[in-house]
T-cell receptor, first 108, second 114 residues
Framework: KNEVEQSPQNLTAQEGEFITINCSYSVGISALHWLQQHPGGGIVSLFM???GKKKHGRLIATINIQEKHSSLHITASHPRDSAVYICAVRGTGNQFYFGTGTSLTVIP | NAGVTQTPKFQVLKTGQSMTLQCAQDMNHNSMYWYRQDPGMGLRLIYYSASEGTTDKGEVPNGYNVSRLNKREFSLRLESAAPSQTSVYFC?????????????FGQGTRLTVV
């Protein structure tokens, strides 16, 4: 069983739609990360959070430590948001655990 | 500030050939990691180094060796490549000993073993 589970695996949205990607984890964590990977590209960190909520532009990330759950929201989605979004948690040691990613396609 | 630099970006090997993937970071991070990414499986840890001179096996170490040459560099070697090692490889680094620290990733190396 994966330590980090993401849903959905694939998501197609119309431009302008509100998008939610969910992440659940089963290990104790020091922080949770949301990463973005564009096709053929590297991986960049969008958010790192250990409690509450963070917002950056049209992206919002929330975490509920008690429920071991996090969500990534994209408001007013745009085709340039099309990418794979990866949830990762940093365990109580130095290791990271990764979800399998959510592939998002935003259609104009 | 280049962050994490990986070379090469693409490589094709024949079965049995050897090669070394290079990784360097300029953020003075202690922790460095090598992952492989395969479809439907997410990132899996191959090896990890908490500091210069130390390395530890991750989830999928078989067929690989690593070397932490100094604080900046962490290389991954395939001694005898196999088709099962066809994958995208990512190097990453982070600070050690701090709870809230980001991981920074290289651009990835797309390796094909034929």
């Amino acid at each position: 069983k994966n330590e980090v589970e993401q849903s959905p695996q694939n998501l197609t949205a119309q431009e302008g739609e509100f998008i939610t990607i969910n992440c659940s984890y089963s290990v104790g964590i020091s922080a949770l990360h949301w990463l973005q990977q564009h096709p053929g590209g590297g991986i960049v960190s969008l958010f790192m959070l250990s409690s509450g909520k963070k917002k950056h532009g049209r992206l919002i990330a929330t975490i509920n430590i008690q429920e071991k759950h996090s969500s990534l929201h994209i408001t007013a989605s745009h085709p340039r948001d099309s990418a794979v979004y990866i949830c990762a948690v940093r365990g109580t040691g130095n290791q990271f655990y990764f979800g399998t990613g959510t592939s998002l396609t935003v259609i104009p | 500030n280049a962050g994490v630099t990986q070379t090469p970006k693409f490589q094709v090997l024949k079965t049995g050939q050897s090669m070394t993937l290079q990784c360097a970071q300029d953020m003075n991070h202690n922790s460095m990691y090598w992952y492989r990414q395969d479809p439907g499986m997410g990132l899996r840890l191959i090896y990890y180094s908490a500091s210069e001179g130390t390395t530890d096996k991750g989830e999928v170490p078989n067929g690989y060796n690593v070397s932490r040459l100094n604080k900046r560099e962490f290389s991954l070697r395939l001694e005898s490549a196999a088709p099962s090692q066809t994958s995208v490889y990512f190097c990453a680094s982070s600070r050690t000993g701090r709870r809230n620290t980001e991981a920074f990733f290289g651009q990835g190396t797309r390796l094909t073993v034929v």
